[in-house]
Nanobody
């Protein structure tokens, strides 16, 4: 099981980025895949999740601006980030686990499989 995150970079406030989380060794239909982020000096924060290729869930700080989606043919989960703000600056991680239930979707410690982080910087 491997997850590989990519797509981070530098963007101006109000801009957009799309992050990718490419999965190998398992099918997305059987996993919950989530994005978390961690800013310097802060705890890891839940951003969004897609549950077994279906319903999506969002953290309050990104609701209405970010969209998580699953492309099963590519075995990849995307995080489209619009209207970016400086406070979105962080290292973003994707995580997956087949045992996640809805009540534990937002808790990082429940995920066994993690990709490497991809850094997002929102600055003018």
């Amino acid at each position: 099981v491997q997850l590989q995150a990519s797509g981070g970079g530098l963007v101006q406030p109000g801009g957009s980025l799309r992050l990718s989380c490419a999965a190998s060794g398992f099918a997305l239909d059987y996993y919950a895949i989530a994005w978390f982020r961690q800013a310097p000096g802060k705890e890891r924060e839940f951003v969004a999740a897609i549950f077994r290729g279906g319903r999506s869930y969002y953290g309050d700080s990104v609701k209405g601006r970010f969209t998580i989606s699953s492309a099963n043919a590519e075995n990849t989960v995307y995080l489209q980030m619009n209207s970016l703000k400086p406070e979105d600056t962080a290292v973003y991680y994707c995580a997956g686990d087949p045992r996640i239930i809805l009540s534990s979707l937002r808790i990082a410690e429940n995920y066994d499989y993690w990709g490497q982080g991809t850094k997002v910087t929102v600055s003018s």
